[in-house]
């Protein structure tokens, strides 16, 4: 597995080169700039804006905050939902703004030695891929956070919509409405019928089953019972 | 396409595998405390006379508006640790409140009543000396701020530069403070240590030299500590050597003039240094005239500076604290004294209540305001009151009214209201818990009762017979009580329902899911806290506590052993040790023992002394151990016992790891030592597995039935290893695994081009680090995984001096989109449940990451077997999903720690995470299978049996009917 591990890190370096080559007209911002850069060097701001839409900027940007490369550098916004994070030395950061409430994409800000700024989406896997993003940045909220999974509740439609229920509720609707529908009168149709049962029971010698059943339980009432409590235990079954 | 399959895929197994927080549970069994930290500047918001806020600016680089009704949060906004987010200055102006952050560097004005950001400039710079609001008549429209070497003026408006300034002689002259009276001039005052003052008087339009005057004044270091203005701008200073005061006018004179003390008839303590403290209401004005002198630790002076004599208004002998406070146009002082009051208690005990007396006092005459006498009350359990915040405000007829908040020594902040009634008071120790522990709750009588009748031995049936039904009935009392308390409560308005919850009602639920927390703060006060409301129960407040202490909490007695009471120890490295019983809060009866030399390891062993207290032993600087409690019985046991005890130290100043031995007498005997060399590679933690983990399963089922036995080995340590190279390029982080007995080396893994903090949780046959790999510049998992194949050595115990195979080691990495603040693993009861990782975000969300995704047998190729196994296929991204977040919106800022423990339900453990904030949760991570959930729905299984009941009756009739027609046809 271990060895899997570093054949999968291995084609993944090698895409990074391919992606490296493809690229190299705007490599000169590019990762290399790193964190290797002197401490004395230069210090720069990643300015930009975050809106949520629909909302009032007063009413989220209290517990908003942007946060550069986890807390490493941290920044605030105004009140109008613009923000400037300070003193950062040139490299390449994710950006991000974080509210409790609203869901922002992270954004990669790639800084060079001499200040030229440049954004693009995050792509974690293929990391010098590029995909040009505006700056200075405008980030958009993609809605609020959902924290929550949704209850299961129990409805009569989700009772009768369970397999087994319409199973037994639709040969009991056949059972019942068919005698009704088909006139069982008429002698024609009821000699059709009779001659359809015998095709479906090729053996007039062999008890039939219901009848056998009706003997078995005759004089007690434990067919009705049985039948009405493997249909009531079914919700049962169903809620655990 | 593939990969979208499998991504499906996946997210369908984590659909069906998670458990997430229902929106009716919020709140229901979590809670969360915020904080703010220690309080640095504080100012009510005055603008209006309706406004509840305080706003506060704290050590922990926090700025935050406190609801003054409640002493909740408004809002707030948490900087940077360390000085690049430490809160220089907070200036407050009608709706803004202006901030400088980092020494200087960052001027912020935010808007109080939406906490936005108005406007952030960067300044130049150069450390930060002074700051202050420019008035110009009558209004206030510029801020000034005093660097070492420059002068800065900015409009408050949006932020912008009016002008800047150099200072003339700046590296002979230290300038310290920067004072305007409102007059158009802005004055910086600097002093030449040991020789002069310099005052340079700019013009507030542009920034132009009026003048510039030197003022002998040899004895004069440091203008901020000794020096206010006063009046129509004359500098008055307080000089502790001749003990007098001196008064400048620093618009007219050039010499100072030298008032001794004496001559106002005062004496000051011999050797205190006196301070002087004024009050300038608006920028804008000119301060007033009336300050204050402190004398002594306990002696204040009110004083009034009239055309150049000083008069005293008022002597405040004995005064612990005193302040000034504006209200429209009036003045007050506000004067704390201590009262010592004796307060019997129903003849059983006397007790000592610390009480101060609060008292205004008119700033122009010195005259005590009448009814406005207010009590505080100190808590014995706290320390000595600090500082005095006071509000004040214009009652209906005009007097003036007020209201406190007294911060205290324990970072206590208490807000109080005439006469004395506290509104609410705000631990601020607990934003900095250091460590913590968990502790059981202990029985009530009945349930002690209902397990001593197990516990004795059985003496005849019929005796036995009695007790079971005694003990029954005892139950059916204590049922019909709780039946009655909730007959009762419910009857009552829901307002007056309270529970009270205090020490003496506390006891063990049914699940045994509330717990009390023992938590440790850097400020040394302990807290013991209820774990289902977060109410303290207890707070003991430690003064003289180093600040830089390294603190060890350790239970030594449960609450299991119920004669005896259950007794934690807490353990200050190096210094003293106290050992107090957490229950009552109090400390124990039993003496610490004296501790020569400095503690290098402590360890807690199984063995118990007679009082059930598990033995602790301490080994010092000179490799001798001791033991407490060190009674006989106890010694025998470790003579008994000493050669299976074997500790390990840690000298990561020389990198060196060493094992030891315990001799039967108490003498130490190395047995083992690493030595990683200190150049390449420094240590970073060590991390051993936790002693009351339970592991249910011996191995993991394959798919083709057989058992892949895992490698538990309780000794086993973690060393992670730090590069001292920096550079990207060169640097890596080390990963040892170590036998904590014998000193071998199970496993050594390093990661290149990966550079810390790296976070780690050990635990069970497994080991999870997070690293920052410099290469692609993000964070990165990875999981060892000991295995010892498909047969065991010894099924039946494990000693790590008969271990003659290695164990296989598998190892898998991912990518993880954000980084983090800290990880710890779920712990249950039994081991049983699945494990999640608890992982803290920086954006103060506390994420459950199943431990299946950080599993090294997760395939690339699916196939059958590994379908059987339920293994998920590898993906290199772990994904974060909010709907995995434990603390839903209830974001938890700067977690530092996570502490898990067990509680009595196998499916379910108790969460806590600390940091800036506190939060409290219980996670599920297998789901609760041992509990009905508590959406059961009672409604709907009670009604089905009742519609089944009624169905047999009516069929039962109308095959009774149906028979009898048919024996009639």
Known sequence: MLQRGKLQLLWLSMHTALVLVSCFTDMETGPGAGLSTQPNGDKFKIEGRAIVPGVKTQDWVSTARVLVEGEEYVGFLRTDGSFAVNDIPSGSYVLEVVTPTYRFEPVRVDITSKGKMRARLVNYIKTSEVIRQPYPLQIRASGPHSYFMKRETWGWTDFLMNPMVMMMVLPLLIIVLLPKVVNTNDPEMRKEMEQSMNMLNPNPELPDVSELMTKLFSGSKGSSKAGSSSKGSRPVAKRR | ?969
Request: a neutral charge; hydrophobic letters at 40%.
């Open chain 2, 1 to 969: 396409m593939a990969k979208l399959i499998l991504l499906l895929l996946e997210l369908c197994i984590i659909f069906c595998v998670v458990h997430a927080v229902f929106e009716d549970q919020v709140g229901k069994f979590d809670w969360r405390q915020q904080y703010v930290g220690k309080v640095r500047f504080s100012h009510f918001d005055t603008q209006m006379q309706s406004s509840k806020k305080v706003l506060v600016a704290t050590e922990s680089n926090v700025f935050a508006a406190l609801n003054s009704r409640t002493g909740e949060l408004f809002w707030r906004h948490v900087d940077k640790t360390g000085p690049e987010g430490n809160i220089d200055a907070l200036l407050h102006h009608a709706q803004d409140a202006i901030l400088v952050v980092g020494n200087g560097r960052v001027l912020r004005s935010w808007d109080v009543n939406i906490g936005g950001l108005n406007w952030e400039v960067l300044l130049d710079s150069g450390s930060f000396r002074s700051a202050s609001l420019v008035g110009q008549q009558g209004t206030v429209k510029h801020v000034a701020v005093l660097k070492k070497a420059f002068i800065s003026v900015h409009y408050l408006s949006n932020g912008h530069q009016k002008w800047i300034e150099n200072l003339p002689d700046s590296e002979t002259v230290d300038y310290q403070t920067v004072y305007s009276g409102g007059n158009g001039h802005v004055l910086v005052l600097g002093v030449v240590p040991h020789s002069h003052i310099t005052i340079v008087v700019y013009s507030m339009e542009d920034g132009e030299i009026i003048k510039q005057v030197s003022v002998e004044a040899p004895w004069l270091s440091n203008i901020p500590a000794s020096c206010v203005v006063v009046g129509q701008g004359i500098l008055m200073c307080a000089d502790s050597t001749t003990m007098s005061l001196n008064t400048l006018d620093l618009h007219q004179q050039t010499q100072m003039t030298q008032i001794p003390l004496q001559s106002l008839g005062l004496e000051a303590d011999p050797d205190f240094h006196p301070s002087l403290m004024s009050h300038q209401p608006n920028a804008a004005q000119k301060p007033l005239s009336e300050f204050f002198l402190q004398l002594g630790p306990e002696r204040y002076l009110l004083l009034q500076l009239n055309n150049g004599q000083i008069v005293t208004l008022r002597d405040f002998n004995p005064a612990l604290l005193a302040s000034f406070a504006t209200t429209g146009e009036k003045t007050v002082a506000a004067v704390m004294s201590p009262k010592n009051k004796t307060v019997s208690k129903s003849q059983i005990s006397l007790l000592f209540l610390d009480a101060c007396s609060i008292n205004l006092f008119s700033a122009d005459t010195g005259r005590r305001l009448l009814d406005t006498t207010l009590i505080f009350t100190v808590d014995p359990n706290g320390g000595k009151p600090e500082k005095l915040h006071v509000q004040a405000f214009l009652k209906k007829d005009d007097s003036v009214g007020y209201r406190v908040m007294v911060q205290t020594e324990d970072q206590t902040l208490t807000f109080i209201q005439q006469p004395g009634r506290v509104m609410w008071t705000r631990e601020e120790a607990l934003s900095d818990v250091v460590t913590m522990e968990m502790v059981d709750l202990p029985l009530t009588g009945t349930q002690a009762e209902l397990e001593g009748e197990f516990g004795k031995k059985a003496d005849g049936l019929f005796s036995m017979v009695l007790k079971r039904l005694s003990s029954q009935l005892i139950m059916l009392q204590a049922w019909i009580a709780h039946l009655w308390k909730l007959f009762y409560d419910a009857r009552k308005p829901r307002s007056q329902v309270k529970n009270d919850i205090s020490i003496d009602n506390l006891s063990r639920d049914e699940f045994n899911l509330q717990k009390m927390m023992v938590m440790v703060t850097s400020s040394g006060k302990l807290f013991g806290i209820d774990s289902k409301t977060g109410a303290i129960l207890w707070k003991h407040y430690l003064d003289n506590i180093p600040s830089n202490a390294a603190f060890k909490l350790m239970v030594q007695r449960t609450t299991a052993h119920f004669p005896h009471p259950p007794q934690c120890t807490f353990l200050l490295t190096e210094i003293l040790y106290i050992s107090f019983f957490f229950f009552f809060g109090g400390r124990s009866q039993v003496t610490p023992p004296a501790l020569p030399q400095p503690i290098l390891q402590s360890l807690m062993l199984p063995l118990m002394d007679q009082d059930y207290a598990k033995v602790l032993l301490l080994v010092d600087d000179q490799y001798k151990v001791s033991a407490f409690p060190s009674t006989k019985n106890v010694l025998q046991q470790l003579q008994e016992t000493a050669s299976s005890i074997f500790f390990f130290l840690v000298d990561s100043s020389q990198g060196r790891l060493s094992g030891y031995r315990l001799r039967t007498d108490l003498s130490t005997e190395q047995v083992w030592e690493v030595v990683i060399p200190t150049e390449v590679q420094k240590i970073v933690f060590v991390k051993g597995k936790r002693p009351n983990e339970h592991v249910h399963s011996q191995g993991r089922v394959m798919g083709d039935r057989s058992v892949l036995y895992k490698y538990l080995n309780p000794n086993l340590l973690a060393v992670v290893t730090e590069s001292t190279d920096m550079h990207q390029e060169r640097s890596f982080i080390g990963i040892l695994l170590i036998d904590g007995v014998t000193g071998r080396i199970i496993h050594e893994a390093v990661q290149r081009k990966a550079r810390g903090p790296v976070h780690v949780v050990h635990s069970e046959n497994w080991v999870v680090y997070e690293y920052w790999s410099t290469k692609s510049r993000r964070k990165e998992f990875s999981v060892i995984e000991l295995y010892e194949g498909m047969e065991l050595y010894n099924s039946t115990v494990f000693s790590s001096l008969d271990r003659p195979h290695a164990p296989q080691v598998l190892q898998q990495s991912y990518i993880f989109p954000s980084s983090i603040s800290t990880m710890e693993a779920t712990l249950t009861e039994k081991g049983i449940t699945s494990r999640h990782i608890l992982i803290g975000l920086p954006s103060g969300g506390i994420l459950s990451l199943p431990k299946m995704f950080l599993d090294p047998r997760r395939p690339e190729i699916i196939t059958e077997q590994s379908r059987e196994e339920n293994l998920i296929p590898y993906a290199p991204e772990l994904i974060i999903r909010t709907e995995w977040f434990i603390n839903y919106n209830q974001s938890v800022s700067r977690v530092r720690g996570i502490y898990t423990a067990p509680s009595g339900l196998e499916s379910t453990c108790l969460v806590v995470a600390y940091g800036l904030d506190i939060y409290q949760t219980r996670v599920y991570p297998s789901k609760q299978f041992d509990v009905l959930k508590d959406d059961y729905d009672y409604m709907l299984i009670s009604s089905v049996l009742f519609a089944l009941f009624f169905a047999t009756m009516i069929s039962k009739r109308l095959a009774e009917v149906k028979l009898l027609n048919r024996a009639w046809r």
